[in-house]
């Protein structure tokens, strides 16, 4: 005759099964679901083509959002638009309001679709949306950045004929600069000033004084300069010059800097 304490370790919980009989009810469950048709059994190959065309995808918008930032990098180094941020308030205000916003736009675009594909699966929804947040921002804007300064934009601009759908894309004007944002290679130098060679207006007489911020280098005859004061007609008085960047607007006549070939002096008229 059991014990008392016996009796009470036999005794089972209602409900309460070993491993073998669960597991056993598990399969039993599931091929009762195979064979009603509720569920459909997928080869191996299904998946890993799945997961193949998820991670294509993927590399496929972080390439389209890292293409449009870098593009626009690039269209405002080449119009000198980037270096307007060294002068100041005026110039950050300037370097603003003259962003190729469209290009922007797509860029912002591809790195949400990018942002909310990542956080539709189990390696991207692990984390805070804003942590993924910022991190696709932080790749996107230094990716486009480090993109942007190296020659492929330039190297796909002096093939963009022969591109199946790139032609014509890279051919633009810079028309729309602000009209106290002046660039352009100087011709001729003077003890008032400057001439400058603008691919817009031609030849530019720029009136420098005391009020003018100067680079710390002298300027020479065919260098690029950034000039950043209200243009009448074809004279600029200049609050502010820069030496802008070899890439910045360029022109047919470029020429490596330090080994210019200037034309004849035109002295500017004041």
């Known amino acids: 005759m059991q014990s008392p304490e016996e009796q009470l370790n036999n005794q089972k919980p209602e409900g309460q099964h070993k491993p073998e009989e669960q597991q056993h009810s598990m399969r039993e469950s599931v091929l009762a679901s195979i064979k009603s048709g509720k569920v459909k059994m997928h080869p191996r190959w299904e998946f890993a083509l799945r997961a193949g065309a998820l991670y294509l995808g993927l590399l496929i918008l972080a390439i389209a959002s890292l293409y449009a930032a870098s593009f626009a990098v690039f269209m405002l180094r080449q119009s000198g638009l980037l270096s307007a941020s060294h002068f100041g308030f005026e110039g950050l205000e300037i370097l603003l309001g003259s962003l190729p916003w469209i290009i922007v736009a797509v860029a912002i675009i591809f790195a949400l679709i990018l942002l909310f594909t990542i956080r539709r699966y189990s390696f991207g929804y692990?984390?805070?949306?804003?942590?993924?947040?910022?991190?696709?921002?932080?790749?996107?804007?230094?990716?486009?950045?480090?993109?942007?300064?190296?020659?492929?934009?330039?190297?796909?601009?002096?093939?963009?004929?022969?591109?199946?759908?790139?032609?014509?894309?890279?051919?633009?004007?810079?028309d729309d600069l602000p009209q106290n944002f002046t660039i352009g290679r100087i011709t001729a130098i003077s003890s008032k000033g400057c001439t400058i060679e603008d691919k817009r207006y031609g030849q530019v007489a720029v009136a420098i004084s005391k009020q003018t911020q100067l680079p710390a280098s002298k300027l020479q005859i065919g260098e690029r300069i950034i000039v950043l004061g209200q243009r009448t007609s074809n004279k600029v008085q200049a609050s502010a010059i820069s030496i802008a960047t070899m890439d910045a607007y360029p022109d047919s006549d470029d020429m490596p800097m330090g080994m210019p070939t200037p034309p004849q002096p035109v002295i500017p008229q004041y």
Request: glycine letters at 10%; proline letters at 6%.
């Open 126 to 174: 692990t984390w805070p949306f804003l942590y993924s947040a910022l991190a696709i921002i932080v790749f996107v804007i230094i990716g486009g950045a480090i993109i942007g300064s190296t020659p492929l934009h330039q190297q796909l601009e002096s093939m963009e004929n022969n591109l199946p759908v790139a032609g014509g894309f890279y051919q633009r004007e810079f």
